[in-house]
């Protein structure tokens, strides 16, 4: 790798490990912050809901930002407008506001997340093959997830500590802090390479963009059928993450243990950095993507159910730590199945529309869940989250009946 390769890594490094810092500050207590704020698991869920609805509705947008205007142009924009909408938030936990102000305001984080995520991994994709790297993708992910998986680890930790010995609100302000910094790295140093910005007007741009993005996704077959998976697994993912909060609260015995409540962040961060080391040696178990991605389905889908089955605290930490890491290993192989699928014209819209499908499973599967909890309690709803996360497996192995360049993995003895 040359050492201009080298530097887009590292660059690429840096904004992975600011972005997960500044976001997970607040993960480990999200749910208790809404709850103390008055809402109901209902409400709650409801109000993360609209986080995942303003990224259905502003995910192709954004991506087609990306694809015209350029991708340091949509990351800039994302990290302001994240940073604004994480102090409406606070504002509306100090107003202790109605539904609809939670509504609001979730729906402008998801806008702020949305010009992250398609143009940071378009970014990095583009700029590797602008230095001559086409190849050993998998690592480079896999890097970024050890990474992200420390600073979430870090983050996590720290906001449950900070929350504790503060108040619930504090671990926002540091979140928002932190996006300053980021927004001035990024400012300073970010660069788009390898990417060709659409000489036609905007509009005409737009249809360009979009036409090519549908050619490139779903009528692309090796990636539809994983955008088809995405609503059962990133859907229920989502409320998997913010429900292992108030489930091991309860299992622990002490409701104001916010420090216990980032356990499970915690837990989810650790199993990121092993499952990026564990990345490298993916081949020597698995001769496909597709067959690494079934199994992690198969066993994750087990392991959550018994999450939801166990009642003692130290087993259901064990369990979620098992899940976290399958889940893990997983990520960078479909990543990088991906990727080698859609052209770079298109990366950013394409991969705008792949998060779209798990954040619009979220949309229905939050509140539905989120109803289930307060119904017959968190347990139930994990079992039902496993069951829904089975319906993905199908759409697996037709996207491994697709036999897809990007599917073999080169062995690495």
């Known amino acids: ?8 890594q590292r660059l690429y490094l840096v904004l992975t490990l600011l972005t997960t810092l500044a976001a997970s500050f607040i993960w480990g207590v999200n749910t208790l912050f809404l709850l103390d704020a008055g809402l109901t698991n209902t409400e709650a869920f409801v109000a993360n809901a609209f986080y995942t609805l303003g990224m259905v509705v502003f995910e192709v947008p954004t991506g087609v930002v990306a694809d015209t205007r350029g991708r340091r142009y949509s990351f800039l924009l994302g990290t302001a407008m994240l940073l604004a909408s994480t102090l409406l938030y606070l504002l509306m936990w100090d107003l ?19 010009f992250f995520s398609g143009a940071t991994e378009a970014w990095l994709v583009d700029a590797l093959h602008a230095h001559g790297v086409t190849e050993g993708l998998d690592r480079v992910f896999g890097r970024a997830q050890v990474v992200a998986g420390a600073a979430m680890l870090t983050g996590s930790t720290l906001g449950g500590v900070v929350a504790q010995a503060t108040d619930l609100g504090v671990p926002y302000l540091v979140r928002a802090g932190l996006l300053g910094v980021t927004l001035v790295v990024a400012w300073r140093f970010m660069r788009d390479l390898g990417f060709t910005r659409h000489g036609q007007r905007p509009l005409a741009a737009v249809r360009t963009v979009l036409a090519g993005a549908v050619e490139g996704g779903l009528r692309n077959r090796p990636v539809r059928w994983l955008m088809l998976a995405a609503p059962f697994t990133a859907g229920t993912g989502v409320y998997v993450f913010y429900a292992l909060q108030p489930l091991l609260l309860q299992l622990y015995g002490d409701p104001t243990a916010y420090s216990v409540a980032g356990v499970a962040t915690a837990l989810v961060a650790a199993a990121q950095i092993a499952g990026g080391l564990l990345v490298p040696h993916l081949g020597r178990v698995f001769r496909r993507r597709t067959d690494a991605l ?27 730590a098992a899940w976290s890491l399958v889940t893990a290993l997983a990520a960078p192989a479909r990543q990088s199945y991906i990727n080698a699928a859609i052209p770079s014209a298109q990366r950013a ?41 089975a319906l993905a497996l199908p759409f697996v192995l037709l996207a491994r009946r697709e036999r897809a360049p990007g599917d073999p993995i080169a062995r690495r003895d």
Request: hydrophobic fraction near 60%.
């Open 349 to 389: 819209t394409v991969l705008s529309f792949d998060s779209l499908m798990g954040s619009a499973g979220g949309v229905v599967a939050q509140p539905a869940l989120g109803r289930v909890a307060d119904v017959a309690g968190y347990p139930a709803s994990l079992v039902a989250s496993a069951a829904i996360q």
């Open 294 to 320: 079934f199994a992690a389905g198969l066993v994750g889908l087990g392991l959550l159910a018994l999450v939801g089955l166990v009642g003692s605290f130290w087993a259901a930490v064990g369990l979620i």
């Open 96 to 114: 202790r506001a109605p539904l609809w102000g939670w509504a609001v305001s979730s729906l402008l984080i998801g806008l702020g997340f949305t």
């Open 1 to 8: 790798m040359s050492g201009g390769a080298r530097g887009v």
